[in-house]
């Protein structure tokens, strides 16, 4: 019987890539696979449990609610909800919007928004108004992991700035933009998570935030603001937005509704000075047409019954709690060498393990233990990061969190144990008391140590 052709394609598939490969754009030729993207396939399985995506916990959202809201749209707008939009997306979307940044104190201009396929749209769509192949993006180091691909995929030079407690180090971006003054060019934007950090979980200090702010102003220096968790604070002072400081002259700001309402609606921002937000839209026309519609509907549908910031507070109670278990557990099960960000809010941890682990090694011997995370250096364009990993804590139970983080610990004791007979030193795993209070006390950190640096 001949085999159905979707099997016979499937075979051809390696073998016929050289036929291909005259064709492919230069630009494939860096582009990279997300990290996350790539775990997902396995991170799927129900006997994993995973540590390495970012994703909310949809699970806490009601599905009665959700019904009702969607048989509303059925019912009275259903025609519209099916139809094309607007590329900026739809007036009442944007008052949401405006109605979400106003809760962390910013005031932007509805003409200066547009609507996006999530966040990782706008930051696409920033860079395609920008980036031409081989100029210079600024982000931190780490940085969001997804960001990276779309540096890569527009070919730009992407400089990493190391961060620590307080965020990216600040004199060390203007040695750099030193250096660059010095050799001619001028870097498109500066890049930054400022506020609970994907992936480390830091956020930059108030004194970084008006340094960086000076700097943007006093050298005409666009800085990409991207804020998917802001609202997402467990503990600590809420801090001032970079675009609030700036007022929205030279700091581009990104946010999504996928942290707070949902990833699968897909929706996202961007605001803009309007020519740089000309081009955005030019971007988007290109690339999608308009964000969807039907989910637009539905966002306008969830605001107008006015709870949205109760669902955030529900969030924010249930992903404190993971945490703790997620911090509790990791002082139980990692080695003495380890250190770990403890962040105020946000999804995400970042340990640091002994230099003599490779994290992207010890993921493999992880996967046998069917746990995951994401190993640091998906964060770095550069290949640093190899010995850190990003855990995510929002996304399973504390049960689970507690169980996964044990897992991983047992794999890291066992590259312990071996670097241990391997160089005759003798080290302790799991962590000893005196060590666990350490961390309790001195908070510390992966990179270096609060405010060491200066700003
Ligand atoms: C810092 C950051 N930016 C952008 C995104 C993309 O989010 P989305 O496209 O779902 O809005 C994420 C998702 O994890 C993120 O952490």
Not at 109 to 129: F, R
Request: hydrophobic residues 40%; aromatic residues 8%.
């Amino acid at each position: 019987m001949p085999e159905p052709p979707h099997r016979r394609r499937a075979h051809a598939r390696s073998s016929d890539l050289e036929r291909y490969a005259g064709l492919f754009a230069q630009r494939t030729q860096v582009m990279r696979s997300s990290a996350m993207r790539d775990l997902m396939a396995i991170t799927a399985r129900p006997d994993v449990i995973s540590l390495a995506g970012g994703l909310p916990d949809t699970s806490t959202f009601p599905p009665k609610a959700f019904a009702a809201q969607m048989t509303r749209i059925a019912q009275e707008s259903a025609a519209e909800a099916l139809q094309y939009g607007p590329t900026e997306g739809f007036r009442e979307t944007v008052d949401c919007i405006i109605e979400v940044m106003g809760a962390e104190g910013m005031l932007p201009d509805p003409d200066d928004v547009i609507v996006t396929t999530g966040g990782q749209q706008a930051i696409d769509l920033i860079c395609k108004a920008l980036v031409d192949p081989g100029d210079a993006v600024i982000c931190e180091a780490p940085t969001y992991p997804g960001a990276i691909p779309v540096f890569c995929s527009y070919q730009a030079d992407t400089i990493q700035i190391e961060c620590d407690g307080a965020g990216m180090r600040i004199d060390e971006l203007e040695a750099t933009l030193e250096r660059l003054d010095e050799e001619g060019r001028r870097p498109k934007f500066v890049y930054s998570v400022p506020t609970f950090q994907n992936p480390a979980g830091v956020t930059m200090s108030l004194e970084r935030r008006q340094r960086l702010v000076e700097l943007a102003r006093s050298r005409e220096l666009l800085v990409v603001e991207d804020n998917p968790y802001g609202l997402l604070r467990f503990g600590g002072d809420a801090l001032p937005p970079l675009y609030q400081l700036d007022g929205g002259d030279f700091v581009i700001y990104v946010g999504t509704l996928s942290k707070i309402l949902s990833p699968g609606i897909r929706l996202g921002w961007a605001v803009a000075p309007p020519p740089v937000m000309e081009k955005v839209v030019l971007g988007k026309q290109a690339a999608d047409l308009c964000t969807s519609t039907l989910t637009q509907y539905f966002v306008r549908e969830y605001f107008g019954e006015g709870s949205w910031r109760q669902y955030i507070e529900s969030l924010i109670g249930i992903y404190r709690s993971r945490r703790d278990a997620m911090v509790e557990a990791l002082e139980r099960y990692f080695p003495a060498q380890a250190t770990w960000t403890e962040p105020d809010g946000g999804l995400f941890i970042w340990a640091t393990l002994p230099p003599y682990i490779d994290t992207s090694d010890l993921l493999a011997k992880a996967l046998r233990e069917n746990v995951a995370f994401v190993p640091g250096q998906a964060a770095y364009v550069d290949g640093r990061g190899r010995n850190s990993m990003r855990l995510n804590f929002s996304s399973g139970s504390e049960d689970e969190i507690r169980e996964g983080i044990r897992r991983i610990g047992k794999t890291i004791a066992g590259q312990v144990e071996l670097y241990s007979a391997l160089t005759g030193q003798e080290l302790e795993v799991p962590a000893s008391p005196e060590r666990q209070k350490s961390v309790e006390t001195e908070n510390v950190l992966p990179f270096r140590k609060t405010g060491e640096g200066g700003a």
